[in-house]
């Protein structure tokens, strides 16, 4: 005999509800705190005691009533969800013992790793897309400090994730890093590697600008350790294999390099065969003039005139001219922005030779301001400077300090001259004040 099942109606859970409800607005917080702590024994109880299917199903039915309820809510409604998910969650994080906080983390890694093993390609690249996106927008947003903590809390995990790891770790953590940096080197255009490098060299410079010198030995000691064993481990076939890839990257840069500079040339006569007469000549002048440039840091470094060297340089446009005074990089060729023309104009009153586009006060105020004609430069300091004297040499190479004292000393209007005989064996020369 079976007892017939007690029945149940919309009406009956309808009343049971106001009642609950009635009773729920005149309970104390006392009793609200342990109706509720009485909830969560019951219900860690009876999750306890549930079989795994039984947990499938509640957990399928939760989301499938979450799945229901978000569907149907506001964007405000949405947006408030959110935010106090966020708040609670920021709550809980503050008061998690170290335990938890472990156990958190290790449960999160497990369902990670499973959730991740189960996942399709398209899948994993839809998530790390959304990864991606979510960081960049993060990062985009986030103050200098934020950034400088974020990177600086980086380093020390990384320091930490590396010091206890094993050697295979290590070995493998190594590969991983070597496969991805080929697999995007691979897809890296021509351009992007240019600009990889140059951010590379720039912060390599920086980084041993600033190193001291026993830093400097140190690394250069570390390089030569870390490649006489690298190369003392490998066999013939990976001596043979490091050749072959060293050359096969090689032929591939050069390949590349080709490319780009084929696509440079068609581009370059694409954009000439629009370019109006006047912006033509102003491109031609500048090009003379950077060329002379090179010509001339190339000679002034080497003396040997038959050594001459053409530079070729891998010069950037000058885009961003806000305060780029302060970041002056030989990589931007600034001449076809900065071309001022030479010294061709005359002040009509006091013959200064200026640029076309100085203005015509700017020397004499048109006129308004005379300077008295410069008396006649005294005989020994002329023969020095115009190199007719024995010493004129070592006063030319050391005009600057001897600039300094006449200085000084000319508000007086005394004529200095020095012993510079004895200047020659590094002895301080002698100053002769005459009034
Ligand atoms: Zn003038």
């Not at 005009?399 to 200047?423: G, M």
Request: hydrophobic residues 30%.
């Amino acid at each position: 005999m079976t007892k017939p099942r007690k029945r149940s109606n919309l009406s009956q859970y309808t009343r049971n509800a106001k009642r609950m409800k009635r009773a729920r607005t005149q309970e104390s917080e006392t009793e609200r705190q342990a109706r509720l702590s009485a909830n969560r024994e019951r219900i860690i109880m009876s999750r306890a005691s549930e079989s795994s299917l039984e947990t499938d199903f509640r957990l399928s039915a939760d989301s499938e009533r979450h799945r229901l309820m978000r569907a149907s809510q506001t964007p405000l409604e949405r947006e408030t969800r959110l935010t106090a998910d966020h708040e609670r969650r920021i709550l809980s994080l503050a008061s998690e013992t170290y335990t938890e906080r472990d156990s958190r983390l290790t449960a999160d890694r497990e369902r990670h790793t499973l959730s991740r093993a189960s996942e399709t390609y398209t899948e994993r690249d839809s998530r790390l897309t959304a990864d991606r996106e979510h960081h960049t927008l993060s990062r985009a947003s986030e103050t200098y400090t934020e950034r400088d903590s974020r990177l600086t809390a980086d380093r020390e995990r990384h320091m930490l994730s590396r010091a206890s790891e094993t050697y295979t770790e290590h070995n493998s953590r190594l590969t991983v890093d070597r496969d991805r940096h080929t697999l995007a080197r691979a897809s890296e255009t021509y351009t992007e590697r240019e600009s990889r490098l140059t951010t590379d060299r720039e912060r390599h410079t920086l980084c041993r600008a600033s190193e001291t010198f026993t830093q400097y030995e140190e690394r250069l000691s570390n390089d030569r350790i870390h490649h006489s064993i690298a190369r003392a481990l490998e066999n013939n076939d990976q001596h043979l294999q490091r050749l072959e890839v060293t050359r096969d990257n090689y032929d591939l840069m050069q390949q590349n390099r080709d490319n780009f500079l084929a696509s440079e040339r068609e581009r370059l006569h694409e954009s000439r065969q629009v370019e109006s007469e006047e912006r033509r000549l102003a491109r031609l002048n500048a090009d003379g003039l950077w060329h002379t440039l090179n010509r001339m840091s190339v000679s002034s470094e080497d003396s040997d005139e038959s050594q001459e060297i053409l530079v070729e340089y891998n010069v950037l446009p000058w885009v961003n001219k806000e305060k780029s005074a302060f970041t002056y990089t030989p990589l931007i060729n600034y001449t076809p922005y900065a071309l001022i023309g030479g010294m061709i104009v005359s002040c009509p009153f006091c013959n200064a030779v200026k640029w076309q586009n100085e203005t015509s006060g700017m020397c004499c105020s048109n006129g308004k301001v005379h300077i008295e004609i410069l008396e006649n430069t005294p005989d020994l300091l002329k023969a020095l400077l115009n190199g007719d004297h024995p010493e004129s040499k070592h006063f030319l190479d050391n005009i600057r300090a001897y600039n300094d004292i006449f200085w000084c000393e000319s508000n007086n209007r005394r004529i200095v001259y020095a012993d510079i005989q004895n200047s020659r064996s590094g002895i301080s020369p002698n100053w002769f004040i005459a009034a």
